[in-house]
């Protein structure tokens, strides 16, 4: 995995992960075509070192653990961009 510009590249498959948004130390990535590993539209967030995977529409973690503290934070955010989101 490499970061270069707020982009993450994961080196065996090639895609890139830009950072949609930062909030609170959160960082939140998203890449549109990123649906061979979990099937549902997402989100991949940070914190502290920590990741996750969030289902946009199904509100659950598909992979990781995150802080509950934080974690409230994100769904506020996605129920705010939920539209633009599932749009992209």
């Known amino acids: 995995m490499q970061e270069t510009n707020g982009i ?22 998203m890449f549109y075509f990123d649906n061979k590993e979990h099937h549902l539209p997402h989100i991949h967030i940070e914190y502290g070192g920590q990741q996750a995977v969030r289902a946009i529409s199904e509100g659950v973690l598909l992979t990781g653990e995150f802080p ?3 974690l ?8 705010i961009h939920q539209e633009e989101l599932m749009a992209d």
């Open 8 to 29: 993450i590249r994961f080196a065996e498959s090639g895609f890139f992960k830009p950072v949609i948004s930062m909030f609170y130390g959160i960082i939140i990535r």
């Open 72 to 79: 409230k934070l994100v769904r506020a955010w996605i129920e």
């Open 68 to 70: 509950l503290n934080k």
